[in-house]
């Protein structure tokens, strides 16, 4: 079975057009991920990568469009009724409350989703100790950005949308950050990320998803994506 | 911990820290104004109590388009964000009206 058949898409955003008041950001923009693999979103800056997810995530929905996540469909969805599909946002400004414990929001997410204890534990062991017991508002971005790819393991999504999950991490950080992209992977999710380091996307993503003139391009690999010349000029340079 | 504790305390946590600061401040701005009008004596009738309500789940309904990141949490938790706007709400009117039955006794 290769990964485009339809057993293995997990996700199909098809025909999203999205406004913002009464600006179109993006016509006709699609976004297709299947078990297992990795798919980086690359577009410059202001191409509408963010407002992609955000879309499909149901933060700011789309105008029109349509959504499958598994087996489901919806036209008009908001981010809990994705998180129900089995979508797990992950947004560059972090989603975890700065109110609380890691160990409190570790905790509520796993009884939320009823996540084994054996990964409960896993997840909780993979943390220092002192930051367990530190309230988000107290952890440095790093710091914040890695536990927030750890607890997102807790859930067992079936598609991950993880916006720059990268930026501005060290890239030993990012290297952490990825292994846990690929955890989650192997574990059968669908992973896509934005990211503009181009040395992350060609380590790490099996498939380039190109966010350009207000829609969206499946270029292919990395390496199929270098050498395409519209790619190339927009986003490599 | 308990899975229904583990539910259900993060959330009362969130929404008392949501709702004290707003319930103190509205009441600071209600003894602010009532003592330049020189109506302190107000400060605890009922049309003080549903002004202080009212702004107050205003400005709890205010900031949640403020705490994206709570949001974005409850979003991700499968709890539509409102959620934790309206309990912060019935908490403060909570708040108000134990703070009426205190007020009531003192007085008295």
Known sequence: MTPHDSDERVLDAEDLVVHRGSTLILTSASLRLDRGTITALAGRNGAGKSTLFDAIAGVRPPTSGRLRIGALTRWRWRQHHVAHMGLFFWPQQGYLSRALSVETQCTWMAARWDTPRALHDEVLDSLPTELRRTEVLALSPGERRRVEAAILRLRQPLVVLADEPFAGAAPIAAELFATHLQQLARDGAAVCFTSHEWWIVEAFAHRVVHCTSRTTLDVGTPRAARENHAFRTDFLG | ?108
Do not use: C, K, Y
Not at chain 2, 17 to 32: D, M, N, T, Y
Not at chain 2, 98 to 103: D, K, N, R, T, Y
């Open chain 2, 1 to 108: 911990m308990s899975p229904a504790r583990a539910l259900t305390a993060p959330f009362a946590t969130l929404a008392l820290r949501r709702a004290i600061p707003i319930w103190v401040g509205v009441r600071l701005v209600s003894v602010a104004v009532l003592a330049l009008g020189g109506s302190l004596h107000r400060l605890w009738s009922l049309d003080t109590a549903l002004w202080s309500v009212a702004m107050g789940v205003l400005l709890v309904a205010v900031r949640e388009r403020t705490e994206w990141r709570e949001s974005t949490l409850l979003g991700n938790l499968g709890v539509p964000r409102v959620t934790l706007t309206a309990i912060a709400g019935a908490m403060l009117l909570l708040i108000e009206v134990i703070a009426q039955l205190v007020a009531a006794r003192v007085l008295a």
